[in-house]
């Protein structure tokens, strides 16, 4: 059973609809990381957050808006998005960044498709 | 730019082969390198991690080792099971610990 939860696993929306994804992180780690996974193409970094403040935003159109209230939970907020934006999002966690050599722990992800 | 590359991205075996899954990457200034496994329709597994200052890891049936001149990981997999099908993910960290993933090889372990 995966320390990483992310709701909903599955999720369709209209390009004109709002909706967001949640992730929440059981493992005490101090670090949470959204990434996209498109079909024949590898993992896409797209935001970090550690202790709850962003340390990176991998060029993200601003129809993704990442929310991270505490060092638990994180959220991506979808708005106006386009076809080619359907994907696997995978939330993750670590205990740290930087040079701790911690391992990267995955959630299951959400499956979207924006019709 | 890290660019890693794995191939090839479909592998299928009989069971019970030993077998080598490659992992190459462009800029050996790295932290550490992580295997992952993907089920269908999962998230990532972590396997192991390799510090930069680590020639191998061993996990019961698995054993990766870095070879961070070359800018080569190999992922031994011994006796494989039909249980060991999935596609495994090869990811580097660089200086900022940004992990750049490869595509992935999907392994078919056949009964």
């Known amino acids: 059973e995966t320390g990483v939860t992310q709701t909903p696993r599955h999720l369709v929306m209209g390009m004109t609809n709002k909706k967001s994804l949640k992730c929440e992180q059981h493992l005490g780690h101090n670090a949470m990381y959204w990434y996209k996974q498109s079909a024949k193409k590898p993992l896409e970094l797209m935001f970090v957050y550690n202790f709850k403040e962003q340390t990176e935003n991998n060029s993200v159109p601003s129809r993704f808006s990442p929310e991270c209230p505490n060092s638990s939970h994180l959220f991506l907020h979808l708005h106006t998005l386009q076809p080619e934006d359907s994907a696997l999002y995978l939330c993750?966690?670590?205990?740290?960044?930087?040079?701790?050599?911690?391992?990267?722990?995955f959630g299951n992800g959400t499956r979207l498709t924006v019709t | 730019k890290q660019e890693v590359t794995q191939i090839p991205a479909a592998l299928s075996v009989p069971e019970g082969e030993n077998l080598v899954l490659n992992c190459s990457f462009t800029d050996s200034a790295i932290y550490n390198l992580q295997w992952f496994r993907q089920d269908p329709g999962k998230g990532l597994t972590s396997l192991l991690l390799?510090?930069?200052?680590?020639r191998e890891q061993t996990s019961g049936r698995l054993n990766a080792s870095l070879d961070k001149s070359s800018g080569r990981s190999t992922l031994y997999i011994a006796a494989s099971q039909p249980g060991d099908s999935a596609t495994y993910l090869c990811a580097v960290a660089g200086a900022n610990s940004k992990l750049t993933f490869g595509k992935g090889i999907t392994l078919s372990v056949r009964p």
């Open positions: 390799i510090q930069s200052s680590q």
């Open positions: 993750a966690s670590s205990q740290g960044i930087g040079t701790d050599n911690s391992p990267l722990h």
